[in-house]
């Protein structure tokens, strides 16, 4: 073999260290990001809840300098952040996540690009960043260039393809829209149902209001959209529906707490509710004992099990009207309280004369006013006055009365 020419050249030095990451390189005490000067070593004593402060405000002030830059170089953001450097070296092999399928809007333009994810990724970020580090750092000044998102908005997605069995819009609706009303107002955020599922068929996806935002939502699966200007509002109403999916999926057939409120509240409100007493042992035992007392009752007329013989129906069929009514009375009261006169009985051969009937009472006489207007009607005149009572003197002295007028 010749010897002549180039020397080989000699193979790569083994790698004594380890690879190089988006962590690795010489450490750097302080960053500037956007005029101020960060430590990223922290050597003093501080409590936990200072540290915490710290931590917002530092990547409050990290994503506002990596907008900014890619704003003033005209640069993709995605190109900016340090995951890029690593995209395409074949040391560390950097594999990013699928990207989601292609959206676009009414124009054609794709809006859920790579770019715009990551854009509205980091100012959702930023935006709860600046919201924590108000209320922990006295006179917090958030970026100048941060403003304050009018509406916050967030997805929260219902497994209704894992579970098709369960209504989980009927049950977040609630009776009358009462449950969705009162996770609003133990959240103070806004709760929407938008998606597959969440409008009947044959109804317009559009709002009462003429809003089309829901829309654009038609066609993406069952969630429940959550707007808000707080992003704890919203956490706090993620977690308040998340509950109750929970309970909804994990509750025992028949014991669905859930269900059985609503519908109660339902009955409520339609005025169809039957409340029922508690369970009381003695009074479910004293009644049990009057049952078996009546068990033992055994009608003398019917022979039949549970009711005295005086109360027998076909007792009651044979008894006449008038100890049928009030309570047994044996007289009916007719009219004025005068009863009427029995029926006349019919004569029997062989029967005595004291066993008829005797004839009914002849009428009473008529008063004297009844007798005047009887003659007056006759066309008979009245009798003279009675004439007046006789004093102590003579007879003389007094005029007899004048004779009577003939009659006609």
């Not at 380890?18 to 450490?27: A, E, H, I, L, V």
């Not at 393809?161 to 806004?190: C, H, M, W």
């Not at 013989?309 to 009030?326: H, I």
Request: hydrophobic share 20%.
């Amino acid at each position: 073999m010749s010897t002549r020419g180039r020397k080989p050249p000699a193979p790569p030095p083994a790698p004594s260290g380890p690879r190089d990451t988006r962590w690795s390189g010489k450490p750097t005490r302080y960053v500037q990001l956007n005029g101020q000067y960060f430590d990223t070593m922290i050597t003093g004593h501080l409590t936990q809840e200072q540290l915490t402060a710290y931590q917002e405000y530092f990547r409050a002030e990290e994503i506002t300098h990596y907008l900014e830059t890619a704003k003033q170089q005209h640069r993709s953001i995605v190109d900016i952040l340090p995951s890029s450097k690593f995209e395409d070296s074949e040391k560390l092999k950097y594999r990013r996540d699928p990207s989601p399928p292609p959206k676009y809007d009414k124009l054609g333009k794709r809006v859920n690009t790579r770019e715009r994810i990551i854009i509205e990724e980091y100012e959702k970020e930023r935006h709860e960043m600046v919201e924590l580090a108000a209320k922990s750092i006295k006179d917090y000044m958030p970026p100048y260039n941060y403003r304050k998102q009018p509406r916050t908005q967030e997805r929260l997605y219902v497994p209704v393809k894992d579970y098709p069995d369960i209504n989980f819009v009927g049950f977040l609706i609630g009776p009358r829209g009462n449950t969705l009303k009162k996770l609003q107002q133990e959240s103070g955020a806004t709760l929407q149902i938008r998606g597959k599922g969440s409008v009947k068929e044959g109804k317009s996806t559009e709002d009462a209001g003429g809003n089309t935002d829901a829309t654009p939502n038609a066609q993406d699966d069952l969630h429940v959209l959550i707007t808000s200007d707080s992003q704890h509002k919203i956490s706090r109403a993620v977690m308040l529906v998340n509950e109750i999916i929970d309970k909804l999926i994990h509750s025992p057939v028949g014991q669905n707490n859930i269900k059985k409120d609503q519908l109660r509240e339902l009955a409520e409100m339609n005025g169809t509710l039957r409340e029922r007493k508690p369970y009381n042992p003695e009074e479910h035992e004293r009644q049990q004992k009057n049952q078996r007392g009546f068990s033992r009752i055994i009608c003398q007329i019917c022979g039949n099990v549970g009711h005295y013989s005086r109360d027998c129906k076909q007792n009651l069929a044979k008894r006449p009207l008038e100890e049928q009514t009030d309570n047994g009375t044996k007289k009916l009261k007719v009219g004025n309280g005068v009863p009427p006169p029995p029926p006349p009985s019919l004569p029997q051969s062989g029967s005595a004369t004291n066993n008829q009937v005797p004839p009914p009472p002849p009428p009473p006489p008529p008063s004297q006013q009844q007798q005047r207007s009887d003659n007056n009607n006759a066309g008979i005149p009245p009798p003279p006055p009675p004439p007046p009572p006789q004093s102590n003197q003579s007879n003389s002295d007094i005029p007899p009365p004048p004779p009577p007028p003939p009659t006609q």
